[in-house]
């Protein structure tokens, strides 16, 4: 294994842990709704890692498009991937939190509707990558679905200041106290450093299985494949 | 039904999914790590 990936493993999960600890057990509960407050420290760092995930996914998609180098495809690939991994995980996160404040675990809010049409698109993405065995299509397709996918992020991003919802506007430090501020902040970036060590991880593995296609395929054409 | 039962399910599933899917693409490539070499 790589020393990159490893000390990128070691960097997140010891980032991420020390941030949720400390930030679930020094918040004290919020006025209004009691400890509930502490699935902020996952719920938004989730939401803000996702939309950063989708921001990977259409940079490489514009890159792709441009150079059409496979890599990049894959790079777009692995982020979308675990993109939609955060996305479900907020919405899951987000529907425990509206039980007991909104009453309903799902309400057909602009913001949560957005989000759940973002999941739809990025699972269509990892869909249409079985769809053809061409490589160069296969890229094509998703890298278009990359660039226009990523218009739908922006729309989940603003929903909360376009429409009356009954979501709240984005956490900010002039909307928050700042004993919350902190573990809201150091989540956020614990979280961006445990996206970018799974999307490496998820990278590498889709260039190990390229290469092992590609070696097979090769040594099928040549007649010559033998097992060992 | 205590706030407490809400604030477990959403740590529970966050820590279980993410730490379910980063031991399997870990464990994913071993795996293709340990696939047999081409031979030619």
């Known amino acids: 294994m790589s020393g990159g990936i490893k000390r990128l493993r070691v960097l997140a999960i010891t980032c991420v842990v020390l941030t949720q600890v400390g930030a679930f057990v020094t918040s004290p509960p919020d006025a209004l709704m009691g400890h509930l407050q502490k699935i902020m420290y996952v719920h938004v760092p989730s939401a803000w890692v996702m939309m950063l995930a989708f921001f990977i996914v259409f940079v490489y998609s514009v890159l792709y498009l441009w150079r059409r180098n496979p890599l990049h495809d894959l790079a777009a690939a692995s982020a979308a991937e675990v993109g939609t991994v955060f996305t479900a995980l907020t919405l899951i996160q987000g529907s425990i939190w509206g039980r007991p404040t909104w009453g309903v675990w799902w309400v057909w809010d602009p913001r949560l509707t957005t989000t759940a049409v973002l999941i739809l698109i990025y699972a269509g993405y990892l869909a249409l990558r079985s769809f053809t065995d061409d490589e160069e299509r296969r890229a094509r397709w998703c890298a278009a679905v990359g660039v226009l996918g990523f218009i739908n992020v922006w729309i989940v991003f603003m929903s909360v200041r376009w429409w009356r919802t009954l979501h709240q506007p984005q956490s900010s430090p002039s909307t928050m106290s700042s004993e919350y501020l902190w573990g809201l902040v150091a989540n956020s970036i614990s979280f961006a450093i445990l996206l970018a060590w799974l999307i490496r991880e998820r990278y590498e593995i889709a260039k190990l299985e390229q290469a092992k296609e590609l070696d097979f395929e090769e040594a099928a054409l040549s007649g010559t494949v033998q097992h060992v | ?40």
């Open chain 2, 1 to 40: 039904m205590s706030n407490w039962n809400f604030v477990i399910a959403a740590y529970g599933v966050t820590w279980a999914t993410l730490i379910g899917y980063a031991f399997g693409l870990i464990r994913r490539r071993q795996r293709v790590l340990q696939q047999p070499e081409v031979k030619r």
